[in-house]
């Protein structure tokens, strides 16, 4: 069964990038789906961040895209998750996940992580 | 973008009794249509993917219909475990987007 753990810092300056990392278990990167990155503001909706395919070609949400970068390290069986110049409108529980190819249903979840933006 | 409007916000309900949760698009999205439960402090957890296709070993009591705009969850008996938050997402295009959610709370 696959499991998605996501680490890093749970506070980050204003100004700076927020950077995480997720690694996956239980099944290889490498052997399909898509991978990606949704966030929860506190006590608010999902917001999807985007997604990679494991080649690394992927999708953004157009609001986030100019700031997001999420890759995959098939070496390590791990994706991640770059966004620069954060603002207090970045604190949310980002989770990562697993998306099918042809629904795009999210079957997998990490347990999320709670990143807080604040000097 | 494609818009996902879920009714209603809450729905007060008491065990036993049957849940009806509404998901409606601003354009067709086909079948590309799944659902979610939502507990606090958990991660959502995957319930329906293809509007009416149930995800593994989730309960027969849960299940869902529609195609293009229309789209419900229907929950035939609601059991305690099942008072969470639910929401619908499309990834008929990019980019993939949630409904806001609806909340089943205990009448």
């Known amino acids: 069964q696959v499991q998605l753990q996501e680490s890093g810092p749970g506070l980050v300056k204003p100004s700076e990038t927020l950077s995480l990392t997720c690694g996956v278990s239980g099944y290889s990167i490498s052997s399909g789906y898509y991978w990606g990155w949704i966030r929860q503001p506190p006590v608010k909706g999902l917001e999807w961040i985007g997604s990679?395919?494991?080649?690394?070609?992927?999708n953004y949400n157009p609001s986030l895209k100019s700031r997001v970068t999420v890759s995959v390290d098939t070496s390590k069986n791990e994706l991640s998750l770059k966004l620069t110049s954060v603002t207090a409108a970045d604190t949310a529980v980002y989770f990562c996940?697993?998306?099918?190819?042809?629904?795009?249903?999210?079957?997998?979840w990490g347990q999320g992580t709670l990143v807080t933006v604040s000097s | 973008e494609i818009a996902l409007t879920q009714s209603p916000a809450t729905l007060s309900l008491s065990p036993g009794e049957r849940a009806t949760l509404s998901c409606r698009a601003s354009q067709s999205v086909s079948s590309y249509l799944a659902w979610y439960q939502q507990k606090p402090g958990q991660a959502p957890r995957l319930l329906i993917y293809?509007?009416?296709n149930r995800a593994t070993g989730i309960p027969a009591r849960f299940s869902g219909s529609g195609s293009g705009t229309d789209f419900t969850l229907t929950i035939s008996s609601l059991e305690p475990e099942d008072f969470a938050v639910y929401y619908c997402q499309q990834r008929s295009d990019w980019p993939l987007t949630f409904g806001g959610g609806t909340k089943v709370e205990i009448k």
């Open positions: 990679v395919f494991h080649s690394g070609s992927g």
């Open positions: 293809g509007a009416s």
């Open positions: 996940a697993r998306l099918g190819l042809f629904y795009g249903q999210i079957d997998s």
